[in-house]
Every structure is written in C-alpha cells, then in structure tokens.
C-alpha cells in the first residue's frame, strides 16, 4: 500500500503478507534512475490484484526470487529498479537473500533442483523466475527449530525523552557533522536509527546475536543508540528512511564488490574540505520505493556517505545496515503469508507505553506516538497483532548457523543438568 498523498499518522502501512491473507501487490515496471523515468508509477490500493500467492505468471518487466518454498515467500521486483541499483541483477539477487535468510546461498532458475547460476555476473531474463538455494535447502528453512528467545523476551523499551533523543543526535554530530548523504546543515536533520529505537535492547541483541560476523567486530555493539546505529540524516529523507522507501547499501561485502554499485551521485552541495568519500567502501543510498520528487532531487540513487577525513569513528554498522536493506526488501517487495498467519501474534519484546511530552506539555501516549527513532509527527500504529518486516526477519535470522548453534548449546546444556539431576536423585535412592 503505497503512503503517498496520507497523512503522517497514516504512514505506518502494514505488510502486504500480514494476516494470512495473502495479499499481493503487482509491482508495475519502473525505474528510479532518473527523476522522469522515476515518478512514472504510483502505486495504490487498486495494485492489490490476487488473494493467493502464485509463482505463475510473472509480471513482465520483473522477476521474482523465492526464498521459501513451504510456506511460499518471495521477492517480486521490477528488472528495471534492480538496474538502477545494482549493476550486476544476479548478484543482486542473491545480496537479498542472504541479507533476508541470514543464510549464505546460491541462486537457480526456474527450479529449485536446476542447475546453479555459475555466472553471477550475467543478467536476469524478463518476467524469470529465481530460487534462493541455501546452504539448508530452500525447502528446509523453516523445518528447523526456530531461536525465538528473542521474542519470547519480555523486555520493555523505555521511553526515550527529548533529551536522550538530543544526546543521540549530539553523539552523530562528533562523526556526521552534516546529514551524511545532502550535507544539509544539523539544524535541519536528525539522529536517524538503523535499528529502529522502538525495537528494544532484546530485538537489537536478537540482530547482532543471530548473524554471521563477516566484516566487523560487534562484541562490543550492546546499546540501541551507539553511533554505530545511527547517522544524522535531513529530515525529509529520515522520514522516508523510518518509511523502509529507502535503504542504504555497504559495500564491499559478502555478495557484492563496490564497483557492482552504480557510480556515485552528486552531492547537492560542495562536499566541504573537511569530509571525504572513503577510499576502500561505499555507503551508497538506494530507493526501493519511488520517492517523493522534491526528497529525490536533493538525495537521489547510490548518493554516498562521506566521513570526516582522518576520522573512523564508529561508522555505521555494516551488519545492521544488511539487516535494515533486507527488511525495507521485505516491507516493499515481500509476498507470501501463510508462515504469518500461523505465527500472526506471537510473544513479541513488550513496548512499555512511551511518555512524551509535546510543546503544549500535553502527553502524545494516547495518541499512539512511540517516541524513538521515529521523524518529527510519524505515529506508529502500535498495532502488536500482525508481523511486519521486523518480525520477518528475525524469524527467519532465528534459522542461521549462528542462532541454531547457539540454540543446540543450550539445549545439551539444559539435558546436561536434567542428567545430573537425574544421578542426584538416583544415587539418593
């Protein structure tokens, strides 16, 4: 469902796989290469076009990718949006998996027991069908015991006040002296989370603990607001970044090299003499949704972050922005809902009822605002009873070698101390 032309209470769009009903949305060909091409397709409520997710005709001009086979979920994506964002669609394809699945994989074509692709540097074929083939095996993805400790937590996300959002915001202003992509002046941007605040310590430590460590070191990462889960952002585009429209991609890493990203975009303004691109990464901005036209003219497609020079102080995470760029996939590309209609309400990380305070002093709580990470006037629905691209992710992140590993230790853990216990008990007798 697309926000465009709503008000920001309204903005909070559910998923179009919640609530088993399967809802599909036909993603029309479109491209955000450029500002004409861009604004071509707006999306609506009249794209809802099917009740039940199929992996028969393919709409043209996109391909779909499945990640899971039982129940059926998958990506639908228009060839011509990949090619905005990626130079290399295969590769691209399989970024998102292992982004979503937390899984390494490889890609195959219209069948799960084909052949790999060999050639990851080829292109996609109009209206084609690919498969995600884990090291698992795509049918057995969501066979396993599931890591939901995380869920089950019972954990409450504080409130965050004006003054721990401003000491959020004062902590990026040491590294991003400028929004990170326009270079629009502090005044005018704001302390943008990757994992959103309204998520809670719990889920936050669920992300880190449930994926492969590839490129960093995140023993260390334990606080929701650290600077590495966050970046200072023009306002505009903070809200179309909590929106999931945007995402950012880091590069190198596991699937993609920096020269698989389309060049680098102008900066709007001079780059000042204090700033510099990285010269061994790329922090490249991507649209996943058509953005709004005004937003797009001053942040368009893969505009790089570039960091104060002689200056690496906890830069965004790259494991929290992979986990970010593979949920606004599934916000805005996801189909399939039967896994969500079997697990629609489950004990999620409690959200304690947020207290904020307006300018006229008055409380916002009622209203639904959950103060955090979210822009100046967003509302979140605070609707607990359908799943949406978090609860997505860290269901299926719950099936990596990492959480199953974790998960098998503590259950021989458990057994060992039932074991003892039984000798106890036996050897009293």
Known sequence: MSTSGKAISQVKTPLHLANGNYSTKRLVSRSLSGLPSSLSYQSSEADVIRTSPS???VPGGCVRLVLVLAPLF???ISIAHIHSLCLKPRKYLLFLGWCILGLEGELAANGPDEPRLEDLDGQVVDAGLYYYIS???I???????VDLEVIRARSGVPSETTRTRESFRKKLLERDPFCAFTGSRPEHSEGAHIVPYRRGSEWFQGIINNRPHY??????????????NGMLLYQPLHTSFYLRNVAILKTPNHCLGIGDVPPRADRPVKLPATLAYPEDERYSLQWLQDPDPVVFLVSP????????KYDRKGRPSALLLHYNYGAAAVRQWGHGGELFAEHRNPARPKREAAQNTNEGGASNTDSGEQPGDEPEGMVDSGDQTQWDEDNVMLYLWGNSPVAMERHQKRDEEKSHYVEQWRQGIISIS
Request: cysteine-free; charged content about 30%; glycine content about 8%.
């Open 55 to 57: 992996l028969q005709d």
């Open 74 to 76: 998958y990506l639908e």
């Open 135 to 137: 090291e698992q095996g």
């Open 215 to 228: 490129e960093e070191s995140v023993g260390d990462l334990t606080d929701i607001s650290d600077i590495r």
């Open 139 to 145: 049918g057995a993805i969501l066979d396993h015991a």
């Open 301 to 308: 497609n893969n505009l790089d972050i570039a960091f104060k």
